[in-house]
Nanobody, 123 residues
């Protein structure tokens, strides 16, 4: 299964960006989908997840600003990012899998990963 992200780029503080994630096989409706992010020298941090049952999960740092959504017709998951801050600068990765509930926020719970897309927020 290939996972492909798109939509990264450069934004100013307070602006918005939307990331997209598609998978090559199967329906995203049958997978748990998540976004993680990573800055140089650090591990991947959980950002948001949408489980198969529709439940949503967010990191505290993005709650109220980011939203994960799904378009089943397009087999695509989105991460809508608002009110961007410099600390949101990172490579954003989309992940897919069949994930145990307790590992929803754990990168090791996901089988398939995209190559990442860079998001840079500057002043």
């Amino acid at each position: 299964v290939k996972v492909v992200e798109s939509g990264g780029g450069l934004a100013q503080i307070g602006e918005s960006l939307t990331l997209s994630c598609g998978i090559s096989e199967g329906s995203i409706s049958r997978r748990d989908m998540a976004w993680f992010r990573q800055v140089p020298g650090e591990g991947r941090d959980f950002v948001a997840a949408r489980r198969r049952d529709g439940h949503l999960y967010y990191a505290e740092s993005v709650k109220g600003r980011f939203a994960i959504s799904r378009d089943s017709n397009k087999n695509t998951v989105y991460l809508q990012m608002r009110a961007l801050k410099p600390e949101d600068t990172a490579v954003y990765y989309c992940a897919a899998g069949t994930v145990i509930l307790s590992r929803t926020r754990d990168e090791t719970g996901y089988y398939y990963w995209g190559r990442g897309t860079q998001v840079t927020v500057s002043s």
